[in-house]
Structures are given as C-alpha cells and as structure tokens.
C-alpha cells in the first residue's frame, strides 16, 4: 500500500508550514501529485483548575473565520520536548502553571494532506495564577467551564475542534478507568 515519492518540490516554507508537491508511484505502477502541508509539531491541554473546572481558551480562528472553543495549545518550539511545550503554552494562556501533566495520547489530525503531530496532555493546575505572556500576535480569552458544561457544549456542536474533541474523549476516558 506504500507510495514512493519519484520528485518532491517545495512551493512555500514559513515559520510553521511548508507545502509540498510530491509525484508519487503507486503500488499498481500509477502516478499522482500529493499536496503536503509539513506542519510544526504541536501539544494540546485538557486543564484542569483546582476548583474541577477546566480552563479552555476562545479565539478566532481565521481559516474557519469564526472564534473557536478549545483547549489550550500550541506549536512546539525548535528543540522543545512536548512536556516543556504544554506547560510553556498553560502559563502562556492561562496564566497557571501544571502542577501535574499525564500524556493522554498522540493524533494526526487529518493525515491526508498535513503531517502535523499533536501531544494531548492532561493537566492539574495550581490554585493560583501568575501572569499569562501572549505570543504578540495572540488573542485568546480563557473561560472556565464544568465538566458537564463541556460535555453538553460538545453535544450541541459549540465545541467542533478536533483536537479539543479528541483530548475530552480521552481525559473521559481515563478518569472512568
């Protein structure tokens, strides 16, 4: 089932996306163009503050042009483990540090067209903030919601990012274990 790429070119590199062009050989001797976006590895955050709440963050979204409901996240840093990341990205966003940080898994988000990577965690935040640092081109507000309130969010489809999706499955399901 395996493609072999027989020429590759780079159309666009940037700080955190790259597409590509690749003429594949397919197993039956066809060919085909490949579109690939190469994509920054990134983490995602299930946080959790000590009152059982959960932190999420709001912001717009402009390849959907709308605000978006998710977990805290983001791009992994050159040379940055994804542990490092998820807790430079909850200090970031919401001001708190983990105070503990369980890996719940790893996805593709859609492995069509982009390789991008993402590391979901869970995390026990402090009780007490410190200062959120925003990358100079962010704008998130974090809000506070109840597990319940997040599942029916979810159910209503007011929650539809993937990664956010996939994260709550997760945390679900290794707190009924």
Known sequence: ME?????????????????????????DGRTALREIVRHAPAVGVVAELADGRFALVRQYRKPVE?????????IREPGETAVEAARRELLEETGYSA?????????????????????????????????????EDENVCMECYT???????????????????????????????
């Open 99 to 135: 105070v503990t940080l369980t890996r719940l898994g790893t996805c593709y988000p859609s492995p069509g067209y982009v390789d991008e990577q993402i590391d979901l965690f869970h995390a026990q935040l402090a009780r007490e903030p410190v200062a959120t640092s925003l990358d």
């Open 66 to 74: 709308r605000t978006v409901l998710e977990i805290v996240a983001g």
């Open 147 to 177: 597990s319940t309130e997040i599942s029916a969010m979810i159910d209503r489809g007011e929650i539809q990012d993937a990664k956010t999706l996939l994260a709550w499955f997760w945390w679900q399901r290794e707190r009924s274990v």
């Open 3 to 27: 493609e072999s790429t027989t020429q590759r070119r780079t159309l666009y590199q940037g700080r955190v996306v790259g597409l590509e062009l690749h003429d594949v050989r397919l197993p």
